[in-house]
T-cell receptor, first 110, second 114 residues
């Protein structure tokens, strides 16, 4: 089965700093999703990547899927306390079924 | 267009009771998925349903858990005779026809078993 590994597991950064979260798959990715989850709340869809080399941005968050389609990175520029939360990558295994990484907990210190 | 709705948001049950979790998909979405997030663990797939059909239930525990998505009304995840280990956040997602891999998540139901 396809496994997704996220790194790091947790991250503490000073406000204003840049950071990167990685998601590595054991198999070729055909659709990679990034979600954000605030503690005790639901998942917020951030973006979806499908094509090798594809890069998408939303406000100060940029995600990229590498050419070989087995790794994705999420980059936050000039982090703010509002960026704090758990970032999850997810991938479609087959139609309708998705698997998720274990998440990266981000803390942004003011 | 309202998002995926789940209720209740918080549910407390004593061991042995039944828990019913409801999920109303986004308007126009015909596919529903249930996921469970156990404390200190990741999000795990449980079941995928279309109206009146279970498509994939490979992630459902063999006993006490069942799911349905009737022709009318919300999808229901039912847990009979709950145990403490069932305490978790249960998330529902929905997707539109033809875009089964694009899933929109609800806010989740936090089940606590005393």
């Amino acid at each position: 089965s396809q496994e997704l590994e996220q790194s790091p597991q947790s991250l503490i950064v000073q406000e204003g700093k840049n950071l990167t979260i990685n998601c590595t798959s054991s198999k070729t990715l055909y659709g990679l999703y990034w979600y954000k989850q605030k503690y005790g709340e639901g998942l917020i869809f951030l973006m979806m990547l499908q094509k090798g080399g594809e890069e998408k941005s939303h406000e100060k968050i940029t995600a990229k899927l590498d050419e070989k389609k087995q790794q994705s990175s999420l980059h936050i520029t000039a982090s703010q306390p509002s960026h704090a939360g758990i970032y999850l990558c997810g991938a479609a295994i087959n139609a309708g079924k998705s698997t998720f990484g274990d998440g990266t907990t981000l803390t942004v210190k003011p | 267009n309202a998002g995926v709705m789940q209720n209740p948001r918080h549910l407390v049950r004593r061991r042995g009771q039944e828990a019913r979790l409801r999920c109303s998909p986004m308007k126009g979405h015909s596919h529903v998925y249930w996921y469970r997030q156990l404390p200190e663990e990741g999000l795990k797939f449980m079941v995928y349903l279309q109206k009146e059909n279970i498509i994939d239930e490979s992630g459902m525990p063999k006993e006490r858990f069942s799911a349905e998505f009737p022709k009318e009304g919300p999808s229901i995840l039912r847990i009979q005779q709950v145990v403490r280990g069932d305490s978790a956040a249960y998330f529902c997602a929905s997707s539109p026809p033809g875009l089964r891999d694009t899933q929109y998540f609800g806010p989740g139901t936090r089940l606590t078993v005393l």
